[in-house]
């Protein structure tokens, strides 16, 4: 059973009915949950998402809010916190993988979830 990292757009798609992959992203959701497999993310991603929601989305505060209260609260979401040893390994990653297109994001997400 292999657990999904979830980045800002896919949350947003999954929250926002207006957005093009809405539909899509809540079929694989609800598969993920009756496989309960577990949904990985960061607190750089919810932060990514809060801005999103607040602007341009246009989400009203209170509904932000609800939606990261859910996140936070949910036992099918794991939220990886990046902190300074994890942003250093992330940095180090990166930087030893010229060969490699990633953001540092992207590396974060990669060494983070090594230990998932």
Not at 34 to 60: C, D, G, H, M, Q
Not at 61 to 67: A, D, G, H, L, P
Not at 95 to 100: G, H, P, Y
Request: proline share 3%.
């Amino acid at each position: 059973m292999k657990n999904l990292f979830v980045d800002t757009s896919g949350w947003a798609e999954l929250i926002d009915a207006d957005l093009p992959h809405h539909a899509k992203c809540v079929n694989i959701y609800h598969q993920l949950c009756r496989e309960r497999r577990k949904l990985i993310t960061s607190n750089y991603v919810i932060t990514e998402l809060v801005a999103l929601l607040a602007s341009p989305l246009r989400f009203p505060r209170r509904q932000i809010i609800t939606v990261v209260q859910s996140l936070r609260q949910s036992s099918q979401v794991e939220i990886i916190h990046v902190d300074q040893l994890l942003d250093s390994l992330s940095w180090q990653f990166f930087s030893q993988r010229e060969d490699k297109n990633w953001s540092l994001y992207a590396s974060t997400r990669i060494v983070g979830s090594l230990d998932h």
